[in-house]
């Protein structure tokens, strides 16, 4: 009978662990492959998200007005001043300037992602709008690591502050 030696178990057995590792993958999930569908998502609680109650601007794209602006109203070529917070599904919140100073661009010109170009036109100043934005609209297959995975949908509330 053949009796493996102590060293050649242990280089059976590690070759057993990396091509059971190699097969698995990592522990983290994999990122997906196909663009977000925000209508099919689950979002978590502490985001107060509830899509049935938003108005739907295309299939990446629902909007709802948490405060309605008095002043004027943002259109295309209007450079903007906003604050902002943005989140993951999964309720973490990825960037923020709320409490400093405001972010401006013009609006309509690509400088930022697709889903705040369509999702703040006709927002008033004052206002309060919350975004939630599919990967079509947002960041795309590539996300924006770390912070943004690939194909992620994206929540944004976003308080238009001022327009130029």
Known sequence: MYFPSRLARRASLALALVVSAAACGSDSPAAPTEPSDPAT?????????????????????????????????????????????????????????????????????HVVIGGWDQGLVGMRVGGKRRLVIGSNLGYGPGGSPPKIPANATLIFDVELVSMV
Not at 91 to 100: P, S
């Open 41 to 109: 998502e689950t979002f978590a609680a502490s985001l107060g998200v509830n899509i049935s109650q938003m108005t739907r601007k295309s299939a990446d794209l629902y909007v709802q007005d948490l405060v309605v602006g008095t002043g004027a109203e943002a259109t295309s070529g209007r450079i903007i001043r906003v604050t902002y917070t943005g989140w993951l599904k999964n309720g973490t919140q990825f960037e923020t300037n709320a409490g400093g100073n405001t972010y401006a661009f013009k609006l309509g010109d």
